[in-house]
């Protein structure tokens, strides 16, 4: 599994305000003490395919490690990739989801909380991936979880047989829709070199998709990858009756991994044709020593304002995932709506933190 390009003058600008709001005012001939600090700095820690989530003035951000999930949460998007952490599960010692958990997302959904995840049995080869649900016994994302099984994937829902590979599994609501969107194989295989698709399907609840799945975009465009062509870190962007999938694009291991974008054609378009799709890209790529950027979340400022990107990226040009950071940054969006990530900075950059983190 597994969201501004104006970063001179204005961000310039914006830091002298924001520090200035920042600062207190002395009284009775005492200077006023100095201005706190309103920025931060990229990269924000190693790791790869964060997903964050807001909700009730929280950020929540979810890793996989050690083999299981981890939970952390702050008031400040800015701080919660390094905020401590706690452990909501563990997978079984035997079964399909026993080893090999990749990119979990977390989504509040009908008074609950859903992780979605990939797993495996084996591997490497990574040939055994399937995408499951835990749900959340109460309301809190960092409490105890309930394992709601495999999700279906494959081709013969009435069957339920011969499930396919899946990996990068998100959810949302379109036209009071829930949908499963994901990366998937077109068959499985027997090598892990095998090219990536954008599959789509209904569900009937958090944990049960209720139609097969729909192929709905195939790595096809030269920038997709020409070592391993792939589509896979699928996310939902909704802006008023805009609807986006932003997906990570080529080689995860290489200088290369971007974003491509699909746009649903009109807010009345069936997300289950595939004609209801337009493909662009790419819309986000490495520049000046930043590399490998991919696998997004997408998330606004405490107080509303502000767009931001969160995302990965590789220090180096060498190829292996070792090198992967985390890094963020607000993005635009573009006359015809679409979303204007600019490019990633400087290797390392200070940035103003979120709108709402200093007041």
């Known amino acids: 599994m597994g969201q501004l390009s104006r970063l001179a003058a204005p961000h310039a600008a914006a830091l002298l305000l924001v520090a200035a709001a920042c600062g207190g005012g002395g009284g009775n001939g005492t200077p006023p003490p100095p201005p706190a600090t309103c920025t931060f700095t990229n990269p924000l820690a190693s790791g790869a395919d964060p997903w964050v989530v807001e909700r009730g003035g929280w950020y929540y951000l979810i890793k996989s490690r050690d083999n299981g999930i981890w939970v952390s949460r702050s008031q400040r998007l800015s701080e919660v990739v390094t905020a401590s952490a706690v452990r909501v599960w563990t997978p079984p010692a035997t079964g399909w989801n026993q080893t090999n958990i990749w990119a979990p997302e977390l989504h509040y959904v009908d008074g609950r909380w859903y992780i979605y995840y990939a797993a495996g049995s084996a591997g490497p080869p990574f040939i055994h991936q399937r995408s499951g649900v835990l749900e959340s016994v109460g309301e809190d994302p960092q409490g105890a979880y309930t394992d709601k099984g495999m999700l279906y994937t494959g081709d013969d829902l009435a069957g339920g047989t011969d499930n396919k590979w899946a990996i990068d599994l998100t959810v949302g609501r379109l036209n009071g829709q829930l949908y499963a969107v994901w990366s998937g194989w077109e068959q499985n295989a027997s090598t892990d070199r095998t090219p990536q698709h954008t599959y789509i399907a209904t569900m009937s609840n958090p944990w049960t998709i209720s139609s097969n799945r729909v192929k ?131 290797p390392t950059q200070t940035l103003p933190r979120p709108a709402g983190e200093c007041d």
């Open 216 to 346: 709905i975009s195939s790595p096809t465009e030269e920038w997709e990858g020409t070592v391993l062509p792939l589509q896979e870190g699928q996310e939902l962007l909704m802006r008023g009756d805009d609807v986006f999938i932003i997906y990570s694009a080529a080689e995860s291991w290489m200088q290369y991994y971007k974003l491509g974008q699909l746009r649903l054609q009109s807010p009345t378009a069936d997300p289950l044709d595939p004609a209801s799709w337009t493909k662009s890209g790419p819309v986000f790529s490495s520049s000046s020593g930043v590399y490998g950027v991919g696998h997004a979340s997408f998330v606004k400022s405490p107080d509303g304002t502000e767009d931001w990107i969160v995302y990965h990226s590789k220090t180096t040009t060498a190829e292996g995932w070792d090198d992967r950071v985390i890094r963020m940054k607000p993005f635009g969006w573009k006359a015809d709506g679409s979303p204007d990530f600019g490019s990633p900075g400087a």
